[in-house]
């Protein structure tokens, strides 16, 4: 079994957008359903290779034939970046478990630039754990990219082979596995549990 285990973070540790957290954005856009969202993804993997929050927010409008005020783009910044700050806490009891027996733990994130710190100064008790936390904004690349994997590793200071991962995203885990990595496709803290033996 490979001693490294590395984790998606959003959908895996760290949970997606609450339904009150996506009406809020859309209040503050004016704009709602799916057009909105169908322009805030088509820009997000940009956003998670390093694009500054202003130009994300610009193609958004841009897509959505709109045109956001400075304080609007402001507002916008702050209640997305609030809106993926939450945690399964039975994922976070798995991670401490996992960290007491002494395995290595990497993260492999797509995450925005501006979420990073945010994230970070909110849950640094048991990110610590981490041997390294490979973050899309800060390698340029985001998953499902080979590249993002080959660097996790090499910042794990293993090879992918040695990698056990998990993501909520079938097509991330066919490139992990693709990758070289034995990559799993997230469904609950119970599967991590029952695959890791604890």
């Given amino acids: 079994m490979p001693q490294t285990i590395v984790f998606d973070l959003f959908g895996v540790i760290a949970r997606t957008q609450t339904e009150a957290a996506m009406r809020r954005i859309e209040e503050l856009a004016g704009v709602s359903g799916p057009a909105f969202w169908e322009?805030?993804?088509?820009?997000?993997?940009?956003y998670d290779a390093r694009q500054p929050s202003v130009d994300y927010w610009a193609g958004v409008g841009q897509?959505?034939?709109?045109?956001?005020a400075l304080e609007t783009v402001a507002a916008l910044i702050e209640a997305d970046l609030e809106s993926w700050t939450e945690v399964d806490d039975q994922m976070v009891e798995v991670i401490a478990e996992l960290a007491a027996q002494g395995r290595a733990l990497g993260l492999l994130s797509?995450?925005?630039?501006?979420?990073?710190?945010?994230?970070?100064?909110?849950h640094d008790h048991w990110l610590r754990h981490f041997t390294a936390r490979t973050y899309s904004c800060r390698i340029g690349v985001a998953k499902p990219h080979p590249r993002a994997y080959r660097i996790c590793a090499e910042q794990l200071g293993v090879g992918p082979r040695d990698v056990l991962f998990f993501d909520d995203r079938e097509?991330?885990?066919?490139?992990?596995?693709?990758?070289?990595?034995?990559?799993e496709v997230f469904t609950s803290p119970a599967q991590v549990r029952r695959r890791l033996g604890l």
């Fill in 171 to 183: 097509g991330n885990v066919v490139a992990a596995r693709e990758a070289g990595m034995t990559a």
């Fill in 39 to 46: 322009a805030y993804w088509a820009g997000r993997p940009a």
């Fill in 110 to 122: 797509n995450i925005i630039t501006d979420l990073v710190p945010v994230f970070e100064r909110r």
């Fill in 63 to 68: 897509r959505l034939n709109a045109r956001f």
